[in-house]
């Protein structure tokens, strides 16, 4: 299966932005999609995760509150709704998704073997 991450772009601080990360190739097959994001210079880090069947939602701390993460399972897509974007969102954004992820695993990039491309998300201030 291939992951399609799109959506990304330039926006203005308090901004809104939604991510959208397409699966092809054959039905997904996951327990868990997840966000990630890798600023310049820093290393990647989950963002947020979905449980694909039951819809149980996890996030950063930092962005509780202003993105919401969510999926159809019909279109074997996935989402990310960014509101209340700030400069430190900068960032490329990568979605994953793995059958074998477990809940203590779901924000270990490690546990993911599926990856979208990555798309650009630039706030200004």
């Known amino acids: 299966v291939q992951l399609q991450a799109s959506g990304g772009g330039l926006v203005q601080a308090r901004g809104l932005l939604r991510l959208s990360c397409a699966a092809s190739g054959r039905t997904l097959s996951t327990r868990y999609m997840a966000w990630f994001r890798q600023a310049p210079g820093k290393e990647r880090v989950f963002v947020a995760g979905i449980n694909w069947s039951g819809g149980h939602t996890y996030y950063l701390d930092s962005v509780k509150g202003r993105f919401t993460i969510s999926r159809d399972k019909a279109k074997n897509t996935g989402y990310l709704q960014m509101s209340s974007l700030r400069p430190e969102d900068t960032a490329v954004y990568y979605c994953?998704?793995?059958?074998?992820?477990?809940?203590?695993?779901?924000?270990?990039?490690?546990?993911?073997?599926?990856w979208g491309q990555g798309t650009l998300v630039t706030v200004s201030s």
């Open positions: 994953a998704a793995d059958p074998s992820v477990i809940l203590s695993s779901v924000r270990s990039q490690d546990a993911y073997g599926y």
